[in-house]
T-cell receptor, first 113, second 115 residues
Framework: AQSVTQPDIHITVSEGASLELRCNYSYGATPYLFWYVQSPGQGLQLLLKYFSGDTLVQGIKGFEAEFKRSQSSFNLRKPSVHWSDAAEYFCAVLRDSSYKLIFGSGTRLLVRP | GAVVSQHPSRVICKSGTSVKIECRSLDFQATTMFWYRQFPKQSLMLMATSNEGSKATYEQGVEKDKFLINHASLTLSTLTVTSAHPEDSSFYIC???????????FGQGTRLTVV
C-alpha cells in the first residue's frame, strides 16, 4: 500500500539558514508527489509537485524538492529560511488517478529570529 | 491558481445537533471534491470522495450516515455532520480538482467544535 513518511515531527532553524525537510514514500509505480504548507488554522497551499521529467522541481516561495527514486525520497529544500516560513509542511503522494492524496504526518517548522 | 472557498471557517454547535459545511469552487468546475479530516497535530485523513450528481464514496471506517455528503452541482459540495458529538470536533478540509486536472485545490478548512 502507498504511504508517506515524514521522519521529523518538528524542526527548528535560524532565520537565513538553509532548510531540508525529509519525505519518504512507498509506492509501486512512479509516484506523483506533492509538498503542501499549512499555516495555523488554515487550509493547504501547494508548494510544488512532481509528476515526471526533471527530478529537481522548483516551487513557490523559493522552495525546491528533489525526487530520488533510488532512495524513495522527495525532500523539500530552501536555501534561506524566512520567519514567515514557520508553518506545518505536508508531503503527499497521489493515491490514484482520482486525485486522492495520502499525506505524511507533517513537519512543523519553527524559525528562530 | 483556482480558488476553493469553504464555509464556515469556524463553528460551535451543541451535542446532538447537525452542522453543514460548504465547499465551493469559485472559478472552475469540479466534478470531484474530497473531504478530509484533521485531528490536532495530526495529518489529514481522507474521509470521502464527492462526485457531482452521484453518491459519495466513503473511506473505510467513515460512517456515511453520520457524515452526509452532497454534490449537487459542479461548484458545490456539502458535508453535514449529523447528531454531532464532542468526538466529532475536528478540522475539516475540502479539496477539488482543478480544471487542468493536475492538482487539487484546498479550501481554508472548517474548525468544528461540539460542546
Amino acid at each position: 500500500a502507498q504511504s508517506v513518511t515524514q521522519p521529523d515531527i518538528h524542526i527548528t532553524v535560524s532565520e537565513g539558514a538553509s532548510l531540508e525537510l525529509r519525505c519518504n514514500y512507498s509506492y509501486g509505480a512512479t509516484p506523483y508527489l506533492f509538498w503542501y504548507v499549512q499555516s495555523p488554522g488554515q487550509g493547504l497551499q501547494l508548494l510544488l509537485k512532481y509528476f515526471s521529467g526533471d527530478t529537481l522541481v522548483q516551487g513557490i516561495k523559493g522552495f525546491e524538492a528533489e525526487f530520488k527514486r533510488s532512495q524513495s525520497s522527495f525532500n523539500l529544500r530552501k536555501p534561506s529560511v524566512h520567519w514567515s516560513d514557520a508553518a506545518e509542511y505536508f508531503c503527499a503522494v497521489l493515491r490514484d488517478s482520482s486525485y486522492k492524496l495520502i499525506f505524511g504526518s507533517g513537519t512543523r517548522l519553527l524559525v528562530r529570529p | 491558481g483556482a480558488v476553493v472557498s469553504q464555509h464556515p471557517s469556524r463553528v460551535i454547535c451543541k451535542s446532538g445537533t447537525s452542522v453543514k459545511i460548504e465547499c465551493r469552487s469559485l472559478d472552475f468546475q469540479a466534478t470531484t471534491m474530497f473531504w478530509y479530516r484533521q485531528f490536532p497535530k495530526q495529518s489529514l485523513m481522507l474521509m470521502a470522495t464527492s462526485n457531482e450528481g452521484s453518491k459519495a464514496t466513503y473511506e473505510q471506517g467513515v460512517e456515511k450516515d453520520k457524515f452526509l455528503i452532497n454534490h449537487a452541482s459542479l461548484t458545490l459540495s456539502t458535508l453535514t455532520v449529523t447528531s454531532a458529538h464532542p468526538e466529532d470536533s475536528s478540522f475539516y478540509i475540502c479539496s477539488a480538482n482543478g480544471g487542468s486536472n493536475t492538482e487539487a485545490f484546498f479550501g481554508q478548512g472548517t474548525r468544528l467544535t461540539v460542546v
